[in-house]
């Protein structure tokens, strides 16, 4: 590979980031939610879907819910966020949740309220998710290990052509 291949390959990774920021940001103002992709990350709603779907959220009021809709909402008490069904709305106004698979609601889905709630799942797309999951999963606690496998695989190049 010509370091000028080599150049051209960096520029593609950069543009398709950035191509990939462009569509997420996108997606987020066309459907009026800040988090238009969710990649499923535990199995709480099989059958519905599996772990490693992706699904798209649009944007929605606690007024226009109805139960049996699937929401994503952050929970106060974690980061992550979480994809269950309505099984109740509130006198207050805040819903109650739980997954499909699970036996018994998590005390947090006993009252979340509407800033809470990212949206209503519209869209599933089977197994997409798994590049995500594979990323938070595998590769960044690993991180480390692949920056010194990229640093050896540079330096490698850089002795096979002549360029150390």
Sequence with gaps: MKIREFNSSIVYVILGVLLAFGINQGLALALSTDIPVVAVESNSMVPTFQKGDILVLQGITVNDLIVGDIIVFSPIVQETPVVHRVIQINDDGSVQ????????????????EEDQIHGKVITIVPYL?????????YLLPNAHWALLAGVLIVILYMIMYNKL
């Design 97 to 112: 949740t739980q997954g499909d698979a699970n036996s018994k609601q998590l005390p947090f889905e006993k009252r979340i």
């Design 129 to 137: 998710g798994w590049v995500k999951i594979g990323m938070a999963e």
